[in-house]
C-alpha cells in the first residue's frame, strides 16, 4: 500500500557531522573522563515502570534507546533505532525499519521481536499499568514483519506517533524480561542491572547515592566520547547548586533562579535559558463532585495571582498558561482563549453562584461541609512554595487547603498511580506536538495521563479530529477549538510556563541545547575538554 514517508535525516547528518568533528578533536577531550549530574530521587531503571518520573527519565534515555528521537536542530521525529518509517494511505498503520548490527549491553542482538514485546506485552497490557501508556491508546498491536521491520496496526489515525515514540518511550530486552510475570517489577533489573542499547550501561547503583554509567564500546552510534556518568541522588536543589559550583557536579536544572546569583559571577559555569513544551497547572480531582462544577473551577483560578506567582517562586522567568500547548508551538498556539486574570471578587461571585456560601469561621460551607482540600505536595523544585501560595489565595476566597509535604516518591504513588488527592500542584513536560491526548482523553482518566480524571465526550471528539487531520491547516484549525473549550472548562488550572534554566561547567561539550531530553538522547557526543 502506498503511503507517505515521514522521517528527515537532517539528525543523522547532524550526527554524522558531530562524529567527525570529534574525530578531529580527539586529542582536545579526555575519552575516559566521568560527567558528574545529579538526580533528586533513587531512580528506576525500567522507562515502563509506574511512577518512574523525573527522577527516572533522563538516565533511562541513555540507556534505552527509542525508536526515534528528537532531531536537535528543530525536535522534529529523527531515527534512532529506527532509520526510516512510514504510514499507510489509510492512517491505520505506521511500518518503522530498524537499524541492523545494534546489540544489547549483554551482546544479545537487537530484533523486532523486543520492540514487540515492549507494546504489546507491556505498553499495550492493560493489567500493568505501564508509564505513559495511554500515549498509545490508539495503537492495537505491534507486528513483526521480518527481524528488522515492524508495523504499528491502529485502531485509529494517529498523526503525531512518532513524537510519542521519541518521548520517554525505551525499548526493553524481552530476552531478559519475556519470562517476568510482570517485567515492569524486576527488581534486579529496575534497581541493580538493567539491560539497554544505550551509549551507556549501569555498572552499579548504590540506594541513595549514585548510579553510575560506563560507555558502551559496540553501540551503534559509535563510542561515546566520555568514560562513564555518575548521577548523585542529591534531593536538595540548594545543594546541587552547591555542588556544581564547588566542579562536583558538572550540569545542573535549576530549580529556582534565585540560585544563580552564585552562578553568573563564575567563569567556569554556563548558564542555558530554554524554551520546552511544559506547563505548571492545579489539578483538581473531578472525581470529587465539588470540582465537576466548572464555576468552582474557575472560581479557583481567578483566585490565583498568577503573574505575583511567576515572579516569586520563578523570579519572572515564565509567562502566564492559558492551555497545554505552549508558545513553542507557534504554529498552534492560540491566544485568543479565555482569560483569568487576578480577581478575587469575581471568584467568591461564581463560588457563591455555585452554592458556597461563608460559615462563621470564614470558610465556605455547602450543604453543611466546609470548603476543605486535601492537597499533596512533592519535595521537588517549585512545587512546595508554589504550593503555599495557592493555599493563601485559596484561603482569602475562603477556600481552605490542607498542604501536606511528601517526599518525592511517596508524593508520585499517591497523587499519580493512586489517585489519593483532591488538588495538587504538578507540571506535564510533553513531546512537541499539539496532540494532548493522552493527557486530556476521558480514556486517560483514573489509570492513565489524565490526572484530573476529566471526562469530556465533545472534548474527545476534537482530539479524534485532530488525530486524522493529514494537513497542518486543518490541523491548527482543530486544536485552536482544543484550545477554546480547554480554556473555558479547565480541567486543569493552568498556572504558568516556565523557562528552563540549566547551568553547565564549561568543561563539558557536545551537549544539544535545544532542550535537556534532546541533550540526553544524544549523550553518545558529549565530551569533557581537558
Not at 20 to 25: D, Q, R
Not at 103 to 113: N, R, S
Not at 176 to 198: D, I
Not at 449 to 464: G, R, S
Amino acid at each position: 500500500m502506498k503511503g507517505t514517508r515521514w522521517y528527515t535525516g537532517v539528525g543523522a547528518l547532524l550526527l554524522a557531522a558531530s562524529l567527525s568533528l570529534g574525530g578531529a578533536l580527539a586529542q582536545d577531550f579526555d575519552p575516559n573522563a566521568t560527567v558528574n549530574l545529579a538526580t533528586n530521587a533513587d531512580p528506576t531503571l525500567n522507562p515502563w515502570t509506574s511512577g518512574a518520573v523525573v527522577e527516572s527519565n533522563l538516565i533511562n534515555t541513555i540507556v534505552f534507546d527509542q525508536l526515534v528521537r528528537y532531531n536537535k536542530k528543530d525536535l522534529s521525529p529523527a531515527p534512532g533505532l529506527a532509520t526510516s518509517w512510514k504510514v499507510s494511505a489509510d492512517g491505520l498503520s505506521w511500518t518503522f525499519n530498524l537499524r541492523k548490527g545494534v546489540t544489547w549491553h549483554d551482546g544479545k542482538p537487537f530484533t523486532a521481536d523486543d520492540v514487540a514485546f515492549t507494546f504489546n506485552d507491556v505498553v499495550l497490557n492493560k493489567k500493568l499499568g505501564a508509564q505513559n501508556a495511554g500515549n498509545f491508546s490508539k495503537v492495537k498491536s505491534v507486528e513483526v514483519v521480518n527481524p528488522t521491520t515492524v508495523r504499528f496496526v491502529l485502531s485509529a489515525p494517529f498523526s503525531s506517533l512518532p513524537y510519542y515514540l521519541a518521548y520517554f518511550a525505551g525499548i526493553l530486552p524481552k530476552h531478559a524480561l519475556g519470562g517476568a510475570e510482570n517485567p515492569l517489577q524486576v527488581a534486579g533489573f529496575n534497581k541493580k542491572s538493567p539491560v539497554g542499547t544505550g551509549a551507556f550501561r549501569v555498572a552499579e547503583f548504590v540506594p541513595g547515592s549514585y548510579v553510575r554509567l560506563v560507555k558502551y564500546d559496540k553501540y551503534w552510534g559509535g563510542s561515546p566520547k566520555v568514560g562513564s556518568i555518575v548521577f548523585k541522588i542529591v534531593p536538595d536543589p540548594n545543594t546541587q547548586m552547591a555542588q556544581v559550583i564547588s566542579g562536583e557536579l558538572d550540569f545542573v536544572s535549576v530549580s529556582n533562579p534565585a540560585l544563580l546569583a552564585g552562578v553568573e559571577r563564575n567563569a567556569r559555569l554556563q548558564v542555558l535559558r530554554q524554551s520546552q513544551n511544559l506547563y505548571y497547572f492545579v489539578a483538581l480531582n473531578q472525581n470529587d463532585p465539588r470540582f465537576r462544577d466548572v464555576r468552582v473551577r474557575q472560581a479557583l483560578l481567578y483566585a490565583l495571582d498568577r503573574k505575583a506567582m511567576i515572579d516569586s517562586v520563578v523570579r519572572g522567568y515564565g509567562t502566564i498558561a492559558t492551555g497545554p500547548i505552549a508558545p513553542l508551538q507557534k504554529v498552534f498556539y492560540a491566544k485568543d482563549v479565555p482569560q483569568y486574570e487576578y480577581n478575587p471578587k469575581k471568584a467568591q461571585e461564581l463560588l457563591r453562584a455555585a452554592g458556597w456560601t461563608p460559615g462563621p469561621d470564614g470558610v465556605l460551607v455547602k450543604d453543611g461541609k466546609p470548603f476543605e482540600v486535601d492537597m499533596p505536595t512533592g519535595q521537588f523544585g517549585y512545587l512546595v512554595p508554589a504550593t503555599l501560595l495557592v493555599q493563601q489565595y485559596w484561603k482569602a476566597v475562603g477556600v481552605k487547603a490542607n498542604v501536606n509535604v511528601m517526599e518525592w516518591n511517596a508524593y508520585i504513588q499517591k497523587m499519580f498511580v493512586n489517585r489519593q488527592y483532591e488538588a495538587t500542584l504538578a507540571w506535564w513536560s510533553t513531546p512537541p506536538t499539539p496532540d494532548v491526548t493522552p493527557y486530556y482523553a476521558s480514556s486517560a482518566a483514573d489509570k492513565g495521563n489524565n490526572i484530573p480524571n476529566y471526562k469530556n465526550p465533545a472534548l474527545d471528539k476534537l482530539l479524534e479530529e485532530g488525530l486524522k487531520a493529514t494537513k497542518v491547516q486543518e490541523q491548527v484549525l482543530t486544536y485552536r477549538r482544543v484550545q477554546r473549550l480547554l480554556a473555558e472548562q479547565l480541567p486543569y488550572l493552568y498556572l504558568w510556563y516556565p523557562d528552563i534554566i540549566s547551568v553547565r561547567n564549561e568543561k563539558l561539550g557536545g551537549m544539544a541545547e535545544i532542550n535537556t531530553a534532546t541533550a540526553f538522547q544524544h549523550s553518545a557526543e558529549w565530551f569533557v575538554k581537558r
